[in-house]
T-cell receptor, first 115, second 115 residues
Framework: AQSVSQHNHHVILSEAASLELGCNYSYGGTVNLFWYVQYPGQHLQLLLKYFSGDPLVKGIKGFEAEFIKSKFSFNLRKPSVQWSDTAEYFC?????????????FGKGTKLSVIP | EPEVTQTPSHQVTQMGQEVILRCVPI?????FYWYRQILGQKVEFLVS????????KSEIFDDQFSVERPDGSNFTLKIRSTKLEDSAMYFC?????????????FGQGTRLTVV
């Protein structure tokens, strides 16, 4: 079975700082990868996804992530965070071609951006 | 943009009581899911539902849990006799298909507190 590790439980940054949130997964085969964000009181929202092709994927709100297959990683980055990026971020995987849609999530990383 | 909506946002119940968590998935989606997140832990898959029956369930989803689509729009999760350890955030999600290269849309969650 697959698993996902998110390295940081809580990250605190000042506005304009650069962000990188780590995500590693374990699975022997091909996976589809996702980053979700949950703003306070709101639903889980898809930030970006990787299915195939260019391993550098761009998502909404200036976020991007790079899939490094050799490292089983899918780290999320943003060059300059804003206060409005304060939220919880979840990395998730699902085996490509899976017959059922069961996402495996990491524990999440809470990001606090200080104005 | 279509949304998955969940009610209530927060439910407090006494141990042993039955609770029903409600979800309205996106109208043209065919697959529905419940996930939960115990505080400080990972978001975990509970159950998937398609064509009015359970298609997959995790080991967490024991006889105390049931799901139903009582009408054309609602999708419910019932916990028959709540335990303290059922306290968690419960997320509903829906997808148009079951294959891995699709996107799940999540609701904002229902925080269940069992006292």
């Amino acid at each position: 079975a697959q698993s996902v590790s998110q390295h940081n439980h809580h990250v605190i940054l000042s506005e304009a700082a650069s962000l990188e949130l780590g995500c590693n997964y374990s699975y022997g085969g091909t996976v589809n990868l996702f980053w979700y964000v949950q703003y306070p009181g709101q639903h889980l929202q898809l930030l970006l996804k990787y299915f195939s092709g260019d391993p550098l994927v761009k998502g909404i709100k200036g976020f991007e992530a790079e899939f490094i297959k050799s490292k089983f990683s899918f780290n999320l980055r943003k060059p300059s965070v804003q206060w409005s990026d304060t939220a919880e971020y979840f990395c998730a995987v699902i085996p490509a071609g899976a017959g059922s849609y069961q996402l495996t999530f990491g524990k999440g990383t809470k990001l606090s951006v200080i104005p | 943009e279509p949304e998955v909506t969940q009610t209530p946002s927060h439910q407090v119940t006494q141990m042993g009581q039955e609770v029903i968590l409600r979800c309205v998935p996106i109208s043209n989606h065919l697959y529905f899911y419940w996930y939960r997140q115990i505080l400080g832990q990972k978001v975990e898959f509970l159950v998937s539902f398609y064509n009015n029956e359970i298609s997959e369930k995790s080991e967490i989803f024991d006889d105390q849990f049931s799901v139903e689509r009582p009408d054309g729009s609602n999708f419910t999760l019932k916990i028959r006799s709540t335990k303290l350890e059922d306290s968690a955030m419960y997320f509903c999600a829906s997808t148009p298909s079951a294959v891995g290269n699709t996107e799940a849309f999540f609701g904002q969650g229902t925080r269940l507190t069992v006292v």
